[in-house]
């Protein structure tokens, strides 16, 4: 019966002990599974069995790194202090070896999948599952020239593509954030219930949005030995600045033509935007700039111009991107939306970076909207904000 | 920079440290991890940073359980004995707490997020990507009034679903195993990459294969308390054919209506076929056998009824499901296609008892295929190969 017991494993998948209190388990769990606990407060109680341990530590990655308490069952367990609302990546460091909680279902980020944890935000119900109409999303997969390889993208539909042959929509092109992959933007992020929301209340126009897969290495080229490559280093950012301009490529000659020869898309630039979190909002602004022939619109969720808001340097209007900010009107004219956010928890420098930007922006008399999500960190509510709220100007 | 830092991990995607020998990293690996690795003869290195770890056991499900062995340098390594081909679920075992290893991608299984390797079959193409037209995998959300709850389900559908507007399709439903969940046919299965290169080889009709969530609990029924329920014992196996049962309401009364309405299928039984692996082989029989109505094709991979696999028990063709065994003839042009399966190198109860139904079947003359997948256990290289030969014999 060795395996056969997997038959029958699951079927805690519709059973959970009963909690007391206001816990209730976090909607990322895996089926049966009663840990981890999310209460009113946002207090979250992880439990994990490994009665051989020493010492086992809950890292949130943007939140408290706790001790967790053996208990005499061989069970560990630790409540954390109050988090705010939202999707919070963690991990587990038992005696040294960082690893998922097999508790939760697994999250896609820090280059590896991670556990999480879902503070529901009181009231808020744009980015769950509603009974409105609901799109589809769409596995595809697309040769590359650039990379040499198949690469596997998400599209989204909206709700009456299948029932509405002769329209065509415009698209979204969606970025990840680093460390995560293009399964981050609806697993994490909730996109296509943000949107189904969105198209439902009339706020947002019917579009695509196609989620890419963030990293690409040209065809032919060896591969890199980053093994004593110390992080943060110049090969590091030699090797970033080496990814993007190939993904630039892939975008948008690889990309883009398969989009719009596979969906019914309206295929012009001005039915085309881009946005994206952190890195993704980096290579936004770098792609788009560079081709302001293919977009119209540009969002920067928590990242924009990666030379810059890292950086701490000042953008020069008259020199950046060939000059595209030198003249406001004519920027006006060719870009329908420049959109910047960022959340007022987010670590000092990616605040104060994005702050920069926007206020040089408003120097240079460059008509954007900007967004500071309230209480939020460098996490997927200020990127669901965010979203809400682009989506809702593009087209 | 703590969190910035999240933007450049992900960098060593595009990086490998140099591998020597035939050892190279295996296809399920996470981008920029080298290990696992895999060789020619099938063995796999596995490596992870413990630095205070006090024991680290290797976990292959359907294979060996191995000490890995400390390192000065913190890490933990070791070298399995050759695997059959095909895809690997395991765990590590770190001081008693069983967690996935992070250098792999998850994939569900056991109930929880798992990790897998991936042992190439030399020679073997059908189940990986190839340069022919690829179908779309589609998440879809419906909802049941059976269980009273959204519910998520993946729709392939074939390459020329898009562009042959036209064109009604045959439709396959297919299940997952326990403990795994509807992302598993595509993701361990490579589902859609044996259609896809079926289809361009003229060997499948093409065809729509749905892929749903096999487990259900009725709406309103009380959430059960199982925390003492001991394994395999009556209760559990209660919990079973609940959910099996409210499934198959599900099945029948939300996602073909759905489905039927979503998709430009063939809604009528002759166009419709079902099949499942272990748990949704057992799923398939109950469901296809009570309603013929709805279905004429029936697969069990390493699965059937429910009743007789496991127990041993024989087929009694006069009473087994209303007495649809009783006459051959009858059978045979009701039922297109009844097919099963099993891997020579499973389990001995589950190779038994589906080589005893298969027997049965011969004495009552009912008309059937079976198929005994050399070398393989009750694992996906299994069902690769069952899905392969079973979707070239429908419609």
Not at 37 to 43: F, N, P, Q
Not at 230 to 253: H, I, L, N, R, Y
Not at 261 to 269: A, C, E, G, K, V
Not at 354 to 372: F, P, T, W
Request: with cysteine; net charge negative; charged share 20%.
């Amino acid at each position: 019966m060795k395996r056969l017991g997997m038959a029958m494993i699951l079927f805690a998948s519709v059973c959970y002990a009963q909690q007391t209190g206001s816990f209730k388990p976090s909607e990322t769990n895996v089926w049966g599974s009663d840990y981890p606990l999310v209460d009113d407060a946002g207090r979250v109680q992880i439990r994990i069995k490994a009665p051989e341990a020493a010492k086992i530590r809950v890292n949130f990655w943007s939140g408290p790194k706790v001790d967790m308490v053996k208990q005499p069952d061989g069970f560990w367990t630790v409540t954390t202090p109050p988090l705010v609302p939202g999707l919070h990546y963690y991990t587990l460091i038992i005696d040294g070896a960082e690893v998922a909680d097999p508790n939760t279902q697994a999250y896609f980020g820090g280059s590896k999948p991670a556990s999480a944890v879902e503070v529901p935000e009181p009231g808020s119900t744009y980015y769950s599952i509603q009974n409105v109409p609901h799109g589809q999303v769409r596995e595809v997969w697309y040769f590359s020239k650039v990379t040499g390889t198949w690469r596997h993208a998400l599209v989204y539909t909206p709700p009456d593509y299948d029932t509405q042959p002769n329209l065509r929509y415009p698209a979204l092109y969606l970025q990840h954030g680093g460390g995560e992959d293009e399964t981050g933007w609806t697993r994490q992020g909730k996109a296509n219930f943000i949107l189904d929301n969105c198209i439902a209340a009339g706020e947002c126009k019917p579009m695509i949005v196609v989620m890419a897969y963030g990293y690409a290495r040209r065809a032919g080229r060896p591969v890199r030995d980053m093994t004593n490559v110390e992080f943060g280093s110049p090969e590091m950012m030699k090797a970033m600045q080496e990814s993007t301009a190939a993904f630039e490529d892939d975008v948008t000659q690889a990309l883009i033509p398969f989009i719009d020869s596979t969906f019914r898309t309206q295929p012009d630039r001005n039915h085309r935007a881009m946005a994206g979190l952190s890195m993704g909002g980096m290579q936004t602004f770098q792609i788009t700039l560079n081709h302001l022939d293919l977009f119209s619109c540009i969002g920067g969720f928590s990242g924009a111009d990666g030379s810059l808001v890292l950086s701490g340097r000042s953008l020069d209007p008259k020199t950046a991107y060939n000059g595209v900010f030198s003249d406001p009107a004519a920027f006006a004219e060719k870009v329908h939306l420049l959109w910047l956010g960022v959340g007022t928890e987010e670590p000092e420098n990616m605040r104060e970076g994005i702050r920069k930007l926007h206020r040089s922006l408003l120097e240079a008399n460059i008509g954007h909207v900007y967004y500071e999500s309230p209480g939020t960190d460098h996490e997927w509510q200020t990127w669901r904000r965010d979203l809400k709220d682009f989506a809702s100007r593009l087209f």
